[in-house]
């Protein structure tokens, strides 16, 4: 591509500074030395803003019992051959505790989406113990899909600080071709601006690589979370599932991977670029395309990464994708290895720190 270099250095020198044209260009790129060029910025303004230090959440897979029926999702409730459970107040406390003694500083509780007043309780009394059992110094993320505001208030007060709802795809359009029709976009966009409302730190994200979507639809998804000045970014390749119609008849090629890896990372790199100051996650679905696909997404620019601290018994329950990495490994076996990868990168975990989004010290400071 000619003029990567000056552009990778404007983008690089200040945020905003590309234009959709530009992020298509990059999102692009697939000759070697010109990826290894993109990585190399992004990262360097990744370690400008929060060093060469990697944060970590424990990620708590409360349950897999879902209302909705999205058509790439493994736990979608139309399928009939996954079968459900939920944790009990119990064993979620039990991670909960697995999470202090690893000193991870920050979890999330993510789930199936659940509307009632039961559940709404449930997770309140959840948030109060994790209080409670950490002093106050845990980072707590949801992820728990789409509520009413009432329900984001009540959690935010019960002492959640920040929530996850990815808007999978910033088009409308494609967005309609991979949602039941009651699914609404326009109401995912309202929650997470009443979860800005209700003073979260506000984490959205898509999916790269799905059937339909084009370059311009990902560049589009970068200037959506401009748009929306969110605080955190969390995503990952498409992976299919075999039980679920969008999934079905896609095979999971050693091809499929390596294109949906670079592309994963060209996203995660290109928003870096973008947006410099916020926190972006290497997900769990850039390990199951490559095995080292977190550390590589934390040189194209990411800086948090969520190991599963589930009992191993449910993890095989929580598939939303096929090929989900370390289904039998426990959490300290996790912990052992990650550190032992990110070391091997020159990267450090900031044991014990919340790692809170740098962007939204920055939008309370204005
Ligand atoms: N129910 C909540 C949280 C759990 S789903 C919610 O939907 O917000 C968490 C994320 O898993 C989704 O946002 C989606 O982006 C991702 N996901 C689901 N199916 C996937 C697949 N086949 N490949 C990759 N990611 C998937
Ligand atoms: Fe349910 Fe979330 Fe899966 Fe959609 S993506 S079916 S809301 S768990």
Known sequence: MN???????????????????????????????????????AYAVKVRHSGRLVSLRGIIEMGNVCAKDCYYCGIRKGNDCVGRFELDEEAVLRAVRRNIDLRYGSLVLQSGEIASEKHTAFIERILRKIDELGGGAIGVTLSLGEQSEE????????????YLLRIETSSPELYAKLHPADHSFERRVDCLRLLRKCGYQVGSGVMSGLPGQTLDDLAGDILFFRDLDLDMIGMGPYIPHHDTPLGRDIPFTPDYAADHLRLGLNMIAATRLFLHDVNIASTTALQALADDGREQGVLAGANVIMPNITDTEYRR??????NKPCLDENAEQCRFCLERRLAAIGETINWGARGDSPHYAARLGE
Not at 7 to 35: F, M, N, Q, T, Y
Not at 151 to 162: D, E, I, P
Not at 317 to 322: D, H
């Open 3 to 41: 003029g990567l270099s000056t552009l990778l250095e404007r983008a690089s020198a200040r945020r905003h500074a590309l234009s959709r044209d530009e992020l298509v260009a990059l999102l692009g790129l697939a000759a070697p030395g010109e990826i290894a060029a993109l990585r190399a910025a």
């Open 151 to 162: 329900t984001y208030a009540r959690w935010r007060a019960a002492g959640a600080h920040r």
């Open 317 to 322: 329950s929580y598939q939303l994708y096929e």
